[in-house]
């Protein structure tokens, strides 16, 4: 019976991951999945994690079940740092804050409640976009469409474009927004265009829906990170904001993140939650106990917490380093006139470069000699900076 099962078609980011596993070139580097990597190309386990592990394992915590929303303590961290401690939303108990499984069981979670309680919304989502947005929409069966972002002519934002998207779209739409490090173009609005973007969301009765991946790891700094979320907050917006610490705390494969929604009561608030405790319990019952748990620990203690705010900083002033040197090496090769600044306007790991694939092969066969393979091969035009090492730099080429 499982014979008529068809093969399904590779992710488009583990495709690359995969062919890189099967290329035998030494001077290989896979710049597809964003996941930090240090100068000598390692993963990284941040100093913080490996402590609050310790302090862990000294208590002899047990492995029972947490409850369907996860953690208290994570919960009250996380919401504290994506909104502040003492934004008034907090001290009025209008988020409903829902451990869930990292960023995309998160996004997921929320999939499923829009479904549930909006069956009639769509949900906006840029273009490009991560690419698994649209996964999980669908999956979800959340209608979807998109609005524009990237313009190739500026290999910036195309903000007319968005905004009279944005417009367009039926009132009290979803409009799914990249809090910081837009993934992945690594192009950001400036604080005057969050403004006018909460303009007409508010103008059009929609509702934010942010997904925070990158807090204090695109910037450096975990409230400049924040800034567009508290924008739509502090303008009384209600909005949903899934958050992932993946990157900022390098918890990649712990799995820890949350759903917050933001509510216009605190009433409003529990209600909310008990919904997606109730769309939680027969996905997944509750979720993994050890990211919270260190997530908690890092935050909860001051040392830990500087000490997690300078492993960010330097995290992300590697990326902004390696932005730079890659600039400087391309503008100073490349003689065929591209401006290449847009490497070092972009934010994050992610940098898109406005080339196709014909013209990305033969600009790189004289740019970028080694590199250029794992450079150029994804579709989504993602190319993870954290890892790139400079052909002059290893002495080749
Ligand atoms: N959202 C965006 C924009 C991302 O780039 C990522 C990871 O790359 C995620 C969400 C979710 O990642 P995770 O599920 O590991 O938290
Ligand atoms: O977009 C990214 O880079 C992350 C990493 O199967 C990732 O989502 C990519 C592919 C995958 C799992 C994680």
Not at 85 to 105: E, H, K, M, Y
């Amino acid at each position: 019976r499982f014979e008529s099962v068809t093969m399904a078609p590779p992710d488009p980011i583990l495709g690359v991951s995969e062919a890189f596993k099967a290329d035998t070139s030494d001077v290989k580097l896979n710049l597809g999945v964003g996941a930090y990597r240090t100068e000598e190309l390692q993963p990284y386990v941040l100093n913080v994690v490996r402590k609050a592990e310790n302090l862990m394992l000294e208590r002899g915590e047990n492995k029972e079940y947490l409850p369907i929303e996860g953690l208290a303590a994570f919960n009250k961290v996380t919401a504290d740092l994506l909104f502040g401690a003492n934004n008034p939303v907090i001290q009025q108990g209008r988020v409903a804050t829902v451990q869930s499984l990292s960023g995309t069981g998160s996004l997921r979670l929320a999939a499923a409640f829009i479904q549930r309680y909006f069956p009639d919304a769509k949900v906006l989502i840029s273009s490009p976009t991560w690419g698994n947005h649209k996964n999980i929409f669908n999956d979800a069966r959340v209608p979807w469409s998109e609005y524009r972002y990237y313009d190739p002519r500026t290999v910036g934002l195309d903000f007319d474009g968005m905004l009279a998207d944005i417009k367009a779209a039926p009132d009290g739409s979803f409009v799914l927004l990249h809090g910081c490090a837009h993934n992945p173009t690594g192009i950001d609005p400036t604080p005057e265009q969050w403004n006018k973007i909460a303009d007409v969301i508010q103008e059009k009765n929609h509702i934010p829906f942010f997904d925070v991946a990158y807090q204090g790891f695109a910037s450096g700094s975990l409230d400049t990170d924040a800034y567009s979320v508290r924008l739509f907050v502090e303008r009384g917006l209600e909005l949903l904001v899934a958050q992932s610490y993946s990157k900022n705390l390098g918890l990649y494969a712990e799995r820890i993140g949350a759903i917050n929604v933001v509510c216009s009561s605190s009433d409003a608030a529990a209600r909310v939650k008990s919904q997606l405790k109730r769309l939680a319990r027969p996905m997944y019952s509750n979720p993994p106990v050890h990211g919270a748990r260190i997530v908690a620990n890092v935050v909860g203690d001051p040392t830990l917490f500087n000490e997690w705010k300078q492993e960010m900083e330097l995290m992300a002033g590697r990326i902004k380093n390696v932005r730079q040197r890659l600039f400087d090496y391309l503008s100073q090769k490349d003689k065929s006139g591209k401006d290449w600044s847009f490497i070092l306007k972009q934010i994050g790991m992610f940098s898109f470069t406005g080339l196709n694939k014909a013209q990305g092969l033969f600009d790189c066969t004289e740019v970028i000699k080694v590199e250029r393979d794992y450079f150029w091969r994804n579709e989504f035009g993602n190319v993870a900076f954290a890892g790139v090492i400079l052909p002059s730099e290893r002495g080749g080429n």
